[in-house]
């Protein structure tokens, strides 16, 4: 799971999945080229960046037993383990989801990308493991294993579904309706098998890369909540005020537990 | 008397799970069902559902799987896609027709059409959802099943589909639930069992070969079950593909569910004593089959067994008796694979022990009960293990020592005293489990060497009979187990040969009377025409 920033792009709200190092990698969304129609009001703003770290001992990932499904275990050299803690070097946090929960002037609408957000299911894992997704923009679900996959979304505001895909090759696409962090997803062959989608109503939001690192872009002048969750660690919240053109950092620190 | 105190608990909770009612605080309401249909639910269904129908009624905690939290809207019998909300149609039929294998009963016999349709349009109001016009609930097109469903043919495909999209992943090889995944299935937190696919009368959505094709269409929102309508589209599978799965999953289950029948017929066999689970001599023996449930009469309190009957075969030879006993089991226990689940069940059900039980590995168990005579009238000894003063002859096995079984007298639920000295007229087991399935043989002599407590066996007699179960893996042993009522068991006498004869005597003499009349007619009137 390295390497993976999520970083909303100038204005045009694509999505851009940069991998590093492994095979299997999320077949994201095309490089971001063609500007999405410009529904904010700016092209650019302020950016956010920073780093999510944690302290105290990560906890030790557990192993995940494979055994069951050999064409899973295949695509794995070292033994694969518990997700719910990725930790990079200095205690750097990845898979923390880093969004505006307040602050975007109310009644401003965005309008969501045409590019689907993809969800893989490969090597019995999501990948990504944390994403975000705009409201109405479609994820793409797909199956990348020759084995039963059966995609559970746990949503309290949106609707859950709960649909099998046993056959490598498969994808389906669906939207979530109203903004939620989280819904979950879950593969109930596999237990160990859970993604997190948060559902924004706007493009402000990234995913903590494996350095630890996030950026949100073009935020309008204003005064921000930014809240920082992480699916193990809890949430965090920082203030931010934007004046221009202005890049502003926001780190954040959670406990280990 | 803890007697009399636990059953003043048992009444508390079974008339607050039936009857509540609470006070007449009637909200205003937008419509006139709605408010008519809040009274029928606060009277009805409120001592499970809640109140606010989040699934938190007092009955609750005494359920799995618990009741349906209405406030998300997720159903589970629907004939609309995934992740719809379900139709009213939809709605009204579990209403009326209950959730077989739940502890909802049916409604249409109890409260009128009105009623049901009132609390319908209330169950609704819980969630948001509904009131959203974007989600109009629309029915899939399901067709009609194509012919030849019990077919050889159609079965093969049905069984080819079984294994290639995975069904045995949870519900097991044969279907009994046990597969790699079952011990990890979990709904909102709750434990949830995979179906166990021999025993289509507890199919929540109903045990046809349509109702299962509706839910591989459907799925069941909220459990671990999903819908399969998108191989279809993405020509996966085809329909009829889906169609003959559901067939074959159907044909797993008798034609009927099985009728208990009250008195088990151990017919008189010529050859040895069958002593092994799958000798062939026990294919051509009659099964009886006996329903269990919870124990909830003394505490610790059971609500939630996970064995759900017990299929019986008995036969005897001139001196010895054999039982043998087959149920459905999801684990062979102890199974440290089913540790974390036994966690689940046992936080999921409010314990009447003053601290929480800690989960652990038990095996599973079985045992037989009799009278410790054949009782002369109609009184028999209390059916729950007996009492102090009269106490039971019982036949126990444990998963633990597989091929042994123990014979001795309880004396209430808490005193089991086994009787040393098996070898002479003790009481000989044999087990084999096999994918989701328990087959155990009890054998022991007719004649007893303790006549004042161990039963001797004669035939011609109905002796009295009972069953218990614990599966170990679902957290079971000591009082948590699931019970049957008395039932009886006669052992065949050979049939004497007058019983054959008779019959036969009585034509011959009947035919030769008849003649004799007839021939002395004929004499009679050829006498008088010759005169």
Same mark, same amino acid.
């Given at each position: 799971?390295?390497?993976?920033?999520?970083?909303?792009?100038?204005?045009?709200?694509?999505?851009?999945?940069?991998?590093?190092?492994?095979?299997?990698?999320?077949?994201?969304?095309?490089?971001?080229?063609?500007?999405?129609?410009?529904?904010?009001?700016?092209?650019?703003?302020?950016?956010?960046?920073?780093?999510?770290?944690?302290?105290?001992?990560?906890?030790?990932?557990?192993?995940?037993?494979?055994?069951?499904?050999?064409?899973?275990?295949?695509?794995?050299?070292?033994?694969?383990?518990?997700?719910?803690?990725?930790?990079?070097?200095?205690?750097? /946090?990845?898979?923390?989801?880093?969004?505006?929960? @307040?602050?975007?002037?109310?009644?401003? &609408?965005? *309008? =969501?990308?045409? #590019?689907?957000?993809?969800?893989?299911?490969?090597?019995?894992?999501?990948?990504?493991?944390?994403?975000?997704?705009?409201?109405?923009?479609?994820?793409?679900?797909?199956?990348?294993?020759?084995?039963?996959?059966?995609?559970?979304?746990?949503?309290?505001?949106?609707?859950?579904?709960?649909?099998?895909?046993?056959?490598?090759?498969?994808?389906?696409?669906?939207?979530?309706?109203?903004?939620?962090?989280?819904?979950?997803?879950?593969?109930?062959?596999?237990?160990?098998?859970?993604?997190?989608?948060?559902?924004?109503?706007?493009?402000?939001?990234?995913?903590?890369?494996?350095?630890?690192?996030?950026?949100?872009?073009? /935020?309008?002048?204003?005064?921000?909540?930014?809240? @920082?969750?992480?699916?193990?660690?809890? &949430?965090? *919240? =920082?203030?931010? #005020?934007?004046?221009?053109?202005?890049?502003?950092?926001?780190?954040?620190?959670?406990?280990?537990? | 008397?803890?007697?009399?105190?636990?059953?003043?608990?048992?009444?508390?909770?079974?008339?607050?799970?039936?009857?509540?009612?609470?006070?007449?605080?009637?909200?205003?309401?937008?419509?006139?069902?709605?408010?008519?249909?809040?009274?029928?639910?606060?009277?009805?269904?409120?001592?499970?559902?809640?109140?606010?129908?989040?699934?938190?009624?007092?009955?609750?905690?005494?359920?799995?799987?618990?009741?349906?939290?209405?406030?998300?809207?997720?159903?589970?019998?629907?004939?609309?896609?995934?992740?719809?909300?379900?139709?009213?149609?939809?709605?009204?039929?579990?209403?009326?027709?209950?959730?077989?294998?739940?502890?909802?009963?049916?409604?249409?016999?109890?409260?009128?059409?009105?009623?049901?349709?009132?609390?319908?349009?209330?169950?609704?109001?819980?969630?948001?959802?509904?009131?959203?016009?974007?989600?109009?609930?629309?029915?899939?097109?399901?067709?009609?099943?194509?012919?030849?469903?019990?077919?050889?043919?159609?079965?093969?495909?049905?069984?080819?589909?079984?294994?290639?999209?995975?069904?045995?992943?949870?519900?097991?090889?044969?279907?009994?639930?046990?597969?790699?995944?079952?011990?990890?299935?979990?709904?909102?937190?709750?434990?949830?069992?995979?179906?166990?696919?021999?025993?289509?009368?507890?199919?929540?959505?109903?045990?046809?070969?349509?109702?299962?094709?509706?839910?591989?269409?459907?799925?069941?929102?909220?459990?671990?079950?999903?819908?399969?309508?998108?191989?279809?589209?993405?020509?996966?599978?085809?329909?009829?593909?889906?169609?003959?799965?559901?067939?074959?999953?159907?044909?797993?289950?008798?034609?009927?569910?099985?009728?208990?029948?009250?008195?088990?017929?151990?017919?008189?066999?010529?050859?040895?004593?069958?002593?092994?689970?799958?000798?062939?001599?026990?294919?051509?023996?009659?099964?009886?089959?006996?329903?269990?449930?919870?124990?909830?009469?003394?505490?610790?309190?059971?609500?939630?067994?996970?064995?759900?009957?017990?299929?019986?075969?008995?036969?005897?030879?001139?001196?010895?008796?054999?039982?043998?006993?087959?149920?459905?089991?999801?684990?062979?226990?102890?199974?440290?694979?089913?540790?974390?689940?036994?966690?689940?069940?046992?936080?999921?059900?409010?314990?009447?022990?003053?601290?929480?039980?800690?989960?652990?590995?038990?095996?599973?168990?079985?045992?037989?009960?009799?009278?410790?005579?054949?009782?002369?009238?109609?009184?028999?000894?209390?059916?729950?293990?007996?009492?102090?003063?009269?106490?039971?002859?019982?036949?126990?096995?444990?998963?633990?020592?597989?091929?042994?079984?123990?014979?001795?007298?309880?004396?209430?639920?808490?005193?089991?005293?086994?009787?040393?000295?098996?070898?002479?007229?003790?009481?000989?087991?044999?087990?084999?489990?096999?994918?989701?399935?328990?087959?155990?043989?009890?054998?022991?002599?007719?004649?007893?060497?303790?006549?004042?407590?161990?039963?001797?066996?004669?035939?011609?007699?109905?002796?009295?009979?009972?069953?218990?179960?614990?599966?170990?893996?679902?957290?079971?042993?000591?009082?948590?187990?699931?019970?049957?009522?008395?039932?009886?068991?006669?052992?065949?006498?050979?049939?004497?040969?007058?019983?054959?004869?008779?019959?036969?005597?009585?034509?011959?003499?009947?035919?030769?009377?008849?003649?004799?009349?007839?021939?002395?007619?004929?004499?009679?009137?050829?006498?008088?025409?010759?005169?």
């Amino acid at each position: 799971m390295k390497g993976r920033i999520f970083s909303v792009v100038g204005g045009m709200f694509l999505l851009t999945v940069c991998g590093k190092g492994e095979q299997s990698q999320v077949q994201a969304a095309p490089p971001a080229i063609d500007p999405a129609p410009a529904s904010a009001s700016s092209s650019a703003g302020g950016t956010i960046t920073g780093k999510v770290r944690f302290t105290g001992t990560a906890p030790r990932g557990r192993p995940i037993d494979m055994s069951e499904e050999a064409a899973c275990k295949a695509k794995y050299t070292t033994p694969p383990t518990d997700e719910s803690v990725v930790a990079g070097a200095a205690n750097a /946090l990845s898979n923390v989801f880093v969004y505006v929960s @307040a602050g975007v002037p109310a009644g401003q &609408t965005f *309008t =969501a990308p045409a #590019t689907p957000v993809v969800l893989d299911q490969d090597g019995c894992r999501y990948r990504p493991h944390v994403f975000g997704v705009m409201v109405g923009q479609a994820v793409e679900i797909r199956n990348s294993d020759p084995v039963l996959h059966n995609i559970k979304a746990v949503a309290k505001r949106n609707r859950p579904f709960n649909v099998s895909q046993p056959n490598a090759g498969m994808k389906m696409t669906r939207t979530f309706a109203q903004p939620e962090v989280m819904v979950n997803l879950e593969c109930n062959v596999h237990g160990w098998m859970k993604a997190y989608a948060g559902v924004r109503p706007d493009p402000f939001f990234a995913v903590s890369g494996p350095d630890g690192s996030f950026t949100i872009k073009d /935020l309008p002048p204003g005064t921000y909540t930014i809240e @920082a969750w992480h699916e193990k660690f809890g &949430t965090q *919240t =920082a203030t931010v #005020t934007i004046a221009g053109t202005e890049s502003k950092t926001a780190n954040f620190t959670f406990a280990a537990r | 008397m803890v007697g009399q105190s636990d059953c003043r608990t048992v009444g508390r909770i079974i008339v607050a799970a039936a009857f509540l009612t609470v006070g007449p605080t009637v909200r205003p309401s937008v419509a006139q069902d709605t408010t008519a249909g809040k009274i029928v639910y606060q009277k009805w269904c409120a001592g499970c559902h809640g109140d606010n129908g989040a699934g938190d009624g007092v009955a609750a905690k005494h359920m799995i799987p618990p009741p349906r939290d209405f406030t998300g809207a997720i159903y589970q019998i629907r004939a609309t896609a995934s992740g719809n909300l379900p139709t009213d149609a939809d709605l009204q039929r579990s209403i009326d027709e209950g959730l077989p294998g739940t502890a909802m009963p049916g409604w249409n016999t109890r409260l009128s059409d009105r009623e049901r349709r009132d609390v319908l349009a209330y169950i609704k109001t819980f969630s948001t959802f509904f009131a959203d016009t974007t989600l109009r609930p629309q029915p899939l097109e399901f067709g009609s099943a194509p012919g030849g469903g019990t077919g050889d043919e159609a079965l093969r495909v049905g069984r080819q589909f079984y294994d290639s999209i995975g069904c045995a992943k949870c519900h097991g090889d044969l279907g009994r639930g046990d597969g790699p995944s079952a011990p990890t299935l979990k709904d909102a937190g709750h434990p949830i069992f995979a179906a166990d696919l021999h025993q289509n009368w507890l199919f929540n959505g109903g045990g046809t070969a349509e109702d299962i094709y509706h839910r591989l269409r459907t799925g069941l929102d909220g459990t671990p079950m999903p819908s399969f309508s998108d191989l279809i589209e993405q020509k996966f599978l085809t329909d009829t593909e889906l169609w003959r799965l559901a067939q074959y999953v159907r044909s797993l289950s008798p034609d009927e569910p099985p009728v208990v029948r009250d008195v088990i017929h151990a017919p008189l066999i010529r050859g040895a004593l069958p002593r092994a689970p799958d000798d062939s001599a026990w294919a051509s023996v009659d099964a009886y089959w006996f329903p269990l449930v919870g124990q909830v009469i003394r505490k610790s309190r059971w609500f939630a067994p996970a064995v759900t009957g017990v299929w019986v075969k008995a036969v005897h030879t001139a001196d010895s008796i054999a039982l043998q006993l087959t149920w459905d089991d999801r684990s062979e226990s102890p199974d440290p694979a089913w540790l974390e689940q036994v966690g689940r069940v046992l936080a999921s059900l409010q314990s009447d022990d003053s601290t929480a039980e800690q989960p652990a590995l038990w095996p599973d168990q079985i045992a037989v009960q009799f009278p410790i005579a054949i009782p002369a009238g109609m009184e028999r000894p209390y059916f729950l293990m007996g009492s102090p003063s009269a106490p039971v002859y019982q036949w126990r096995w444990s998963s633990s020592s597989r091929e042994t079984a123990v014979a001795g007298l309880a004396r209430g639920l808490e005193r089991f005293d086994p009787i040393s000295g098996g070898g002479v007229g003790g009481v000989g087991a044999q087990a084999a489990y096999d994918r989701g399935r328990w087959r155990v043989v009890f054998t022991r002599a007719l004649a007893s060497p303790d006549t004042a407590s161990q039963l001797p066996f004669r035939t011609g007699r109905a002796i009295p009979v009972a069953f218990f179960a614990w599966d170990g893996s679902n957290g079971e042993h000591g009082t948590r187990m699931a019970v049957s009522t008395w039932y009886f068991l006669a052992l065949d006498e050979p049939v004497p040969a007058r019983v054959f004869i008779s019959p036969v005597l009585a034509m011959v003499l009947t035919l030769g009377l008849g003649m004799l009349v007839v021939w002395r007619a004929q004499q009679k009137t050829s006498y008088r025409r010759q005169q």
